[in-house]
C-alpha cells in the first residue's frame, strides 16, 4: 500500500515512515504545506497522514483540496488539538479518522489498517490472515471453518495484533487501545497477560497456530507472513 | 461588630459624656446666677437692717416671712466676719401642712430646708450683734432640677432620634457598600462577569467601587493569562512527548533487549504515558474552566455506567475487587465526552485508592450518585480536591478529583466527600438548589 506522511515534526515523521516501512508498503513525505498539496496533486495514494498544523498553511485546507478533486484517498488526521470541533470539523470534511498526538505507532497503524480495509475491499467484509478469516460486520472470527467465541476485547486485540503484524507491541499500547485512558490505575499490566493466554488458547484449541510471542517482557509480537 | 453600631456606639457615649458635661456646667451656671440673685437679696435685707439701725438706733423688730428670717445674736465686738454661707432654713408649718406633717413624721413644728444666709454684724449703741440673715432657696432648687430634668429629657430624646437616623438613614447609606461586598462574595477569576458600576453619589463608595473594578479586571486578566499559559505549554509538549512515544516505539522493534535493557524500556514508556496522562488533563482542564466544550446531548447515565463497569471488569478483576451496583435510571443533558471522564475519574479512582480484595459499591438515585470503595482506614484531607494533591505512592495525576469537580461545577451538580468507616464516599448530588 501507498501512505503519504505530511508531517513536519522530523522526529516523529522518520518514526511513523520507518514503522510503515516494510515489504509491499511505500510511504512518501511532505514537510510543508505547499509540498503536500504538489503530492496529492499528482499521486494517489491509499492513505494520507495528515498534520494539522503545518508550516505555511493549514492541514484542513489540504483536506479540503483533496474533496474537492474528488480524489479517493484515505485521510487520517494526527493533530495536537485534542478538540472535539476540530475533530468534527475534520470527520465533516471527510477525513476517515482522527487521532490526537501524542499516540503509539501501533494505534496509529491499525487505524490506518482499518482505513485502508475499508477503502480497498469495499463490500467485502472478510479479513484473512492465513487460516484465521475475521468477518468485520458480524464480529466473528474463524479458523479454517470453526468459529472461535472471543469476548469484545480480545477480539479487538486480534485485529490489532494483525494489523501490527511482525512488530513488537508494547503492553502500554495494548492497555491504552483497550482501556483508554483509564488505564493508568493498574499496578501493572498483569491483566493483560492473562488476556493474551486467554486468546491464544482459544486459537490454538481451534487448530490455529501460536503466532503471539512475548517480546522481552516489554510487549508481543504477532509473527507469521 | 458593624461598622454602624461600633459607630452609634461611639457617637452615643461622646453624646451622653458632652450632655452630662453641659447639664453640668448649665447647673453650675445656673445656679451660680441664681446664688448671686439671692445673695442680693440677703444684701438688700442687711442694707434694709443697717438702715433701720441708723435710723432708729435699735434693733428692728424681727419678723418672719415665708422665706426670709433674720436673727441677731449679741457678740462680742469684732469677732463677726462677714459672709455668706449654705446653711439651713427651718420652716415652720402652716396650718394645713399638719396633715402633711403627720403623714410625714416629721418631728417638732416645722422643717428644714436648704437655705443661704448672710452673716454680718451692726453696732447699737455699745452693743455688737451679729446678724444671720437666711433665706430658703428651696424654690432655686427646684428651678434647678426643673432645668436638669429637662435637659436630661433633651438628652434622650436627642439619643432617639440618633438611633432612629442611624438606622434609617447610615443603613441606606451604607446600600452601596453592602451590594458591593455581595458582588465580591460571588466574584470569580475563571467567570467571564465582572463587578458592576455602583449607583452612588458618595464619594468614597465610588472610589472603593473603581478600585475593585479595576483590582477584578485584573486578577482576572492576570488568571486568563495564566491559562493560556499553562494551555500553550501544554500544548507544546505535546510534540515532544509524540516523538519519545514513537522513538520507544521504533525502539522496541529492534531486536535482542538484555532483560536490564527491557526492564528500562519499560520504566520509560510508563513515565512517558503519565506525562502524556498529566499534560492530557491540564490541557482539559483549562478547556473545562474555559468552557470550551458546548456539545451537549441527553445522556443516559445508567448505561454509561454500566458500560464503564464493563470496560473496568479486568481492572477489577485484577485486583480482586468487589464491585456492587445499583442504579436508577437517571437522564441527564451534558456533555457526553466529560461525562464519561467524570465517571471514569470516580472509578478509576475508587479502584486506584483500594487494597486488593476491597470492594467497589456504586448506587445511583434520582438525586445523586454515589461510588464507595474501602482502602486507607482514614479520612481523607479536604485538600484532595486541590490540583497536584496526591497520597503517597499514587501513580495518579493528582488532578483526577480536581477535573471530577470542575465538570461538576460545570454541570451544575456538587462533587463531596465523607467518610464512614470502611468507606470512602464521594456523592455527587445532581439538583443543586
Known amino acids: 500500500m501507498k501512505i503519504l506522511i505530511i508531517e513536519d515534526e522530523e522526529g516523529l515523521r522518520e518514526s511513523i515512515e520507518e514503522y510503515f516501512t516494510e515489504a509491499g508498503n511505500i510511504c512518501e513525505t511532505a514537510t510543508t504545506y505547499q509540498n503536500a498539496l504538489v503530492k496529492i496533486n499528482l499521486y494517489r495514494y491509499d492513505c494520507i497522514l495528515l498534520d494539522i498544523t503545518l508550516p505555511g498553511g493549514n492541514g484542513i485546507d489540504i483536506l479540503k483540496n483533496l474533496k474537492d478533486n474528488n480524489y479517493p484517498d484515505g485521510v487520517l488526521i494526527i493533530s495536537a488539538k485534542n478538540s472535539l470541533d476540530d475533530r468534527l470539523d475534520g470527520l465533516n470534511l471527510g477525513a476517515d479518522d482522527y487521532l490526537v498526538k501524542p499516540f503509539h505507532l501501533s494505534e496509529l497503524k491499525a487505524r490506518v489498517s482499518a482505513i485502508i480495509r475499508r477503502k480497498t475491499f469495499n463490500g467485502s467484509n472478510l479479513l484473512i490472515f492465513n487460516e484465521i478469516t475475521i468477518d468485520l460486520l458480524a464480529k466473528e472470527v474463524r479458523v479454517d471453518k470453526t468459529l472461535v467465541k472471543l469476548t469484545r476485547k480480545e477480539y479487538a486485540l486480534l485485529l490489532y495484533f494483525i494489523a501490527n503484524k511482525g512488530k513488537v507491541v508494547s503492553k502500554n499500547a495494548i492497555a491504552e ?3 483508554g485512558d483509564g488505564i493508568d490505575m493498574a499496578n501493572n499490566f498483569d491483566f493483560i497477560y492473562s488476556h493474551i493466554k486467554n486468546i491464544r488458547k482459544k486459537l490454538v484449541e481451534s487448530g490455529c497456530n501460536d503466532y503471539i510471542q512475548a517480546a522481552y517482557g516489554m510487549g508481543y509480537k504477532f509473527t507469521g507472513q | 461588630m458593624k461598622l454602624l453600631t461600633k459607630y452609634n456606639r461611639v457617637n452615643l457615649i ?47 423688730q424681727t419678723f418672719e416671712s415665708n422665706d426670709q428670717q433674720i436673727t441677731f445674736t449679741e457678740a462680742k465686738p469684732g469677732s463677726v466676719v462677714r459672709e455668706f454661707i449654705n446653711t439651713m432654713y427651718f420652716k415652720k408649718w402652716d396650718k394645713d401642712d399638719a396633715r402633711k406633717r403627720h403623714r410625714h413624721k416629721h418631728p417638732g413644728n416645722g422643717k428644714y430646708e436648704p437655705g443661704r444666709g448672710l452673716v454680718s454684724s451692726v453696732s447699737v449703741g455699745d452693743k455688737y450683734y451679729k446678724i444671720l440673715i437666711v433665706e430658703s432657696i428651696v424654690e432655686t432648687e427646684d428651678l434647678i432640677r426643673l432645668i436638669f430634668t429637662i435637659t436630661i429629657a433633651v438628652i434622650l430624646f436627642l439619643l432617639l432620634v440618633l438611633y432612629i437616623t442611624n438606622r434609617l438613614i447610615l443603613s441606606r447609606l451604607w446600600q452601596p457598600f453592602y451590594t458591593l ?113 458546548h456539545e451537549q446531548q441527553q445522556i443516559n447515565l445508567r448505561e454509561l455506567i454500566e458500560d464503564m463497569i464493563i470496560q473496568f471488569e479486568e481492572i477489577f478483576q485484577d485486583k480482586d475487587l468487589k464491585v456492587t451496583y445499583a442504579l436508577d435510571e ?10 464519561e471522564i467524570l465517571i471514569s475519574n470516580l472509578i478509576s479512582n475508587a479502584i486506584r485508592h483500594n487494597h486488593n480484595g476491597g470492594e467497589v459499591v456504586i448506587n445511583m438515585t434520582e438525586e445523586q450518585l454515589v461510588i464507595q470503595n474501602t482502602g486507607l482506614d482514614s479520612t481523607l484531607p479536604d485538600e484532595i480536591f486541590t490540583r497536584f494533591h496526591k497520597s503517597s505512592g499514587s501513580e495518579g495525576s493528582g488532578l483526577g478529583l480536581t477535573i471530577s469537580r470542575q465538570i461538576c461545577q460545570n454541570f451544575g451538580f456538587s462533587l463531596d466527600y465523607r467518610f464512614q468507616s470502611p468507606f470512602h464516599t464521594f456523592m455527587v448530588k445532581f439538583n443543586l438548589k
Do not use: C
Not at chain 2, 447647673?27 to 440673685?37: G, K
Not at chain 2, 437517571?330 to 461525562?339: G, N, P
Open chain 1, 177 to 179: 487501545h483497550l482501556w
Open chain 2, 14 to 60: 461622646t453624646t451622653i459624656i458632652v450632655m452630662l458635661i453641659t447639664g453640668f456646667i448649665y447647673y453650675q451656671a445656673i445656679s451660680w446666677i441664681l446664688t448671686n440673685q439671692k445673695d442680693k437679696d440677703l444684701k438688700v435685707e442687711e442694707q434694709e437692717v443697717f438702715d433701720y439701725v441708723n435710723l432708729d438706733h435699735h434693733l428692728p
Open chain 2, 181 to 293: 461586598m455581595k458582588e465580591l462574595r460571588v466574584f470569580s477569576v475563571a467567570d467571564a462577569r465582572g463587578i458592576s458600576k455602583l449607583e452612588t453619589t458618595i464619594d468614597e463608595f465610588k472610589e472603593l467601587n473603581n478600585t475593585v473594578i479595576e483590582m477584578t479586571a485584573k486578577a482576572r486578566h492576570d488568571y486568563k493569562e495564566l491559562k493560556t499559559f499553562t494551555e500553550n505549554a501544554s500544548h507544546e509538549l505535546l510534540t515532544p512527548i509524540a516523538v519519545i512515544n514513537s522513538k520507544l516505539d521504533t525502539l522496541i522493534q529492534t531486536e535482542n533487549f538484555s532483560e536490564r535493557q527491557s526492564k528500562l524500556l519499560n520504566d520509560l514508556y510508563s513515565a512517558v504515558s503519565r506525562l502524556n496522562r498529566l499534560n492530557q488533563s491540564l490541557l482539559l482542564l483549562v478547556k473545562i474552566e474555559n468552557r470550551l466544550l
Open chain 2, 330 to 339: 437517571k437522564e441527564i443533558y451534558a456533555s457526553r465526552y466529560l461525562a
